[in-house]
């Protein structure tokens, strides 16, 4: 991982984009990290954008929470409920 002085960066954001391919670059304002750029892969826009969305993950949680006291059906139940089998 590449970490960069906010104050020091003198690279282009093309040039940053093309160095985060390789591995994460980390932005950093005195030392305290501030923002970083991740090599992408396997993925798209809306996958990207969700995966830093608070509310989007913050509804997960619930649901995930939610699952684990309530419980819930498998895969495999919901086909069969829905005659999918």
């Not at 980390?26 to 750029?37: E, N, Q, R, S």
């Amino acid at each position: 991982m590449k970490t960069v002085e906010i104050d020091k960066a003198t690279m282009s954001l093309a040039d940053c984009a093309r160095e985060a391919s390789q591995e994460p670059l980390v932005v950093t304002d005195h030392g305290k990290p501030v923002a970083v750029l991740l090599p992408l892969e396997n993925t798209d826009l809306e996958t990207a954008s969700l995966n830093s969305s608070p509310r989007f993950l913050k509804l997960i949680e619930h649901s995930r929470s939610r699952m684990r006291q309530e419980g819930g059906i498998s895969s495999a139940e919901v086909r069969r409920r829905l005659g999918l089998t």
